[in-house]
């Protein structure tokens, strides 16, 4: 049985492969295209596809579009309103649903053979809800899923019984949380369905002062739901333009609204634990990637277990999709084996890349020790290393490394990647010395998707990862399935008496993370790297000539 998952209809298009109920491959088309977040999420880009992914995922497992059982699409136009209907009165949606409806023939004439008729829609946040409850290790779980907009919802709760669903709840638009947070980043000068995690960390540096007013415009229904009014922004902090500069107040209302999001969160987790009585919940949507929300939930709520879908935004809903739709076929799907689901290369054929490109490379005894002796240096390093993560995150595939130790290291590494000097940076850790530093957050942590406290006497230690309020979004490094990144940095270890290093994306600002192997390269060509470290071999910067 094989049945491909395609995401489209708003931004983060994607497709994902699921053959005989096990999740074989997926990817983001901004990997493919180069071009951040696929699309923007106009009325007139929804007929956009993820040509590029979907070919990759069935050429990695030598499908042919007509041997496909299936195709999902992660969105039912047959469920959207009117603009009127949904409160939002965004006339574009006559658009993105004239698209959508088209989307079984766009996609017969992006992948010659396949049959249109075998195209089926997906509710979007059952999509989502699959990507969670279908994925995750438990297979019995409650689910809760948050964005901005699905056809016409912003939220579902619901439970996995052996892998069925049970839809329990769900919110009608206009109320949305996750539109009420874009609103804010646009009003903060961000990028809106792209900048929300800028807000998230702008956050850590404000006071929740503005929380009385809006808890009256945002707040549960006691039933499952929730309401938000509209909020003038501008009653709190002036409107930003790009690049100006934030003050007091700008912190004090991402904080507020954060803040306000997080209690909501618990509360809807809460309405979903009496429900259900589970004691794994799973979660998805755009609002699952807020790991301060995520860290809330698993400590207020009476979950025992919180588990969060790597690729938990709109991306996720192909693999979600594809979940579903195996289910329906009668399919017994398994979880998801990792977020390592894109792609990779042989050490010959990167090999290659490096002898077409024509610069001096060479093939140390281990890669490992090579890397942790620049890092324990001082130095930094590019790290492109077996198959690309599915999902916003570097997870120890495609990312640049550094010390921790050093405090001017933060403001060196956004240097590097050409972004705000707010902007925080990761720790990878260790699993078996993880407990020792971090706390409060859940331990193993793979996915980088909650944070958790450093322990006082390691804040002076690792203060590059420690942010302003005393936090690391951290990733544990566990020796069975990440064998290459946890012989680096126990030889960094060895080196500094630490277990961490820095971690963050292997991009530059307004870049896709790098994918392929000449992306490695141009990444490295053009931002001050002391090494890349790509498969078994190291480029290392030339010294430059004095003149």
């Known amino acids: 049985m094989k049945v491909l998952g395609i995401n489209a209809i708003y931004h983060d298009p994607s497709a994902a492969l699921v053959v005989d109920g096990r999740v074989v491959a997926a990817a983001e088309e901004e990997r493919f295209s180069r071009r951040k977040h696929g699309k923007r999420p106009l009325p007139w880009s929804a007929w956009e596809l993820p040509e590029l992914s979907a070919a990759w995922c069935l050429r990695h497992a030598g499908v042919r579009p007509e041997e496909l059982d299936a195709v999902a699409y992660s969105f039912d136009p047959a469920l959207m309103g009117t603009p009127e209907e949904s409160g939002l009165f965004d006339d574009g949606d006559v658009m993105r649903k004239t698209y959508a409806e088209k989307a079984p023939d766009f996609l017969a004439h992006a992948l010659p053979g396949l049959d249109p008729a075998k195209v089926r829609f997906v509710k979007h946040h059952v999509a989502h809800a699959a990507s969670a409850g279908l994925a995750a290790p438990q297979r019995d779980n409650a689910v809760l899923v948050l964005d ?74 006691g039933d499952g739901g929730f309401v938000t009014e509209r909020i003038d922004f501008t009653e709190f902090a002036p409107r930003l333009g790009k690049g100006d500069d934030w003050t007091e107040a700008h912190a004090d209302l991402a904080a507020s609204v954060q ?75 398994e979880s998801m084996p990792g977020a390592a689901l894109g792609r990779s290369w ?14 001096d490379y060479e093939r140390p005894d281990d890669v490992a020790e090579a890397v942790a002796e620049v890092l324990a240096d001082n130095g930094i390093v590019a790290w492109f290393q077996g198959r690309s993560e599915f999902g916003p995150r570097a997870l120890g595939h495609r990312s640049l490394l550094a010390h ?17 000097q707010f902007r925080p940076v990761a720790p990878m850790v260790l699993l078996e010395r993880a407990p020792e530093i971090f706390s409060r957050g859940p331990i193993p942590s793979p996915y980088m998707l909650f944070v958790h406290d450093v322990a006082e006497e390691w804040r002076d230690r690792i203060p590059t990862v420690t942010h302003v309020d005393g936090t690391a979004r951290i990733q544990t490094i566990d020796r069975e399935t990440e064998p290459l990144v946890h012989r680096m940095i126990a030889a960094f270890e060895r080196r500094t008496g630490l277990p961490v290093v820095v971690n963050t994306s292997l991009n530059t600002a307004g870049r896709p993370m790098v994918d392929d192997p000449r992306d490695a390269l141009e990444c490295f060509g053009s931002a001050p790297v002391d090494l890349l470290a790509i498969g078994p071999f190291v480029v290392r910067r030339p010294r430059p000539t004095r003149r």
């Open 346 to 359: 042989t050490d010959d054929e990167i090999e290659r890349w490096l002898q077409t490109a024509a610069i």
């Open 148 to 221: 901005g907009r699905g056809e016409a919802h912003s939220h579902l709760a619901g439970r996995y019984t052996d892998g069925q669903l049970e839809v329990l709840a769900g919110q009608a638009l206009p109320h949305s949380l996750g539109l009420m947070y874009e609103e804010l980043t646009d009003h903060l000068g961000f990028l809106r369905s792209s900048d929300e995690f800028k807000v998230m960390a702008m956050a850590s540096y404000g006071k929740p002062r503005f929380m009385g007013e809006l808890s009256e415009l945002i707040r549960v229904t």
């Open 259 to 333: 803040q306000r999001l997080e209690e909501v969160l618990v509360d809807l987790a809460r309405w979903v634990h009496e429900q259900t009585g589970e004691r794994t919940l799973t979660l998805a949507g755009g609002t699952a990637l807020n790991c301060v929300a995520n860290t809330r939930i698993l400590a207020e709520s009476p979950f025992e277990e919180v588990w969060v879908q790597p690729a938990a935004g709109d991306a996720g809903t192909a693999l979600g999709a594809a979940l579903h739709v195996a289910t329906q076929l009668g399919e017994r799907t």
């Open 404 to 420: 921790p130790g050093f405090e001017a290291n933060l403001e060196r590494m956004n240097d590097v990647k050409g972004r705000e």
